[in-house]
């Protein structure tokens, strides 16, 4: 083995992990919030590490953003998982809805790092759209064979239905309001119930 398998085989120390998780959990928070705030400095302090600590572990700007998005996209789907196991289908729904508005927040406060990394291949986008589209289909699946709503509806639809929601709102409170504007759309998805 050489010198170089050795070090690119070698696991991370755990300490290095979970400095690694703080930075990420830490950006999501300066993330969300947005404005002149959002620079790396106030992650790494939200974090509680060094700048050098955030670099080691995302070395660009672009690099963290894009590790964030992707933490968010992959909780989101873990989420949809357990809520399809432990809800009745149409609240799992709802509470999917909610996580997946907290996670537009993110995005938005994000929108001008995002723009800085626009030069990205689609592979994230579309990354991103299948994951989520997969996590409302195993939400809405159940609902449409429940009977509980219509069944010709896409996960692309509701998709694009609440991230179109989110991105009309802007702010204070505007997360609250995209939440009743979605209990709303998901009642008109609702079927009649069937008299026995």
Do not use: C
């Not at 919030?33 to 400095?41: D, F, I, M, S, V």
């Amino acid at each position: 083995m050489t010198e170089e398998q050795g070090r690119t085989e070698r696991k991370p120390r755990a300490d290095a992990i979970r400095n690694r998780e703080r930075v990420l959990e830490a950006a999501k928070v300066v993330f969300s919030q947005g404005g002149t705030e959002a620079g790396l400095e106030a992650v790494a302090r939200q974090a509680g590490v060094g700048i050098g600590t955030l670099y080691r572990h995302f070395p660009t700007r672009e690099a963290l953003y894009e590790a964030v998005y992707r933490r968010e996209v992959e909780q989101l789907a873990e989420l949809a998982a357990a809520l399809a196991g432990t809800l009745p289908p149409l609240e799992g729904l709802r509470r999917w809805f909610g996580s997946l508005i907290a996670f537009v927040a993110t995005k938005k406060g994000m929108v001008a790092a995002l723009a800085l990394a626009a030069h990205k291949p689609p592979e994230l986008m579309s990354y991103t759209s299948g994951r989520l589209q997969d996590a409302i289909g195993t939400l809405l699946r159940p609902a449409a064979e429940a009977g509980e709503v219509r069944d010709d509806v896409t996960p692309d639809d509701l998709l694009r239905a609440v991230i179109g929601l989110s991105y009309l709102q802007d702010g204070p409170g505007w997360q609250a309001q995209v939440l009743r504007l979605v209990d709303i759309f998901l009642d008109g998805l609702r079927l009649p119930r069937r008299e026995a």
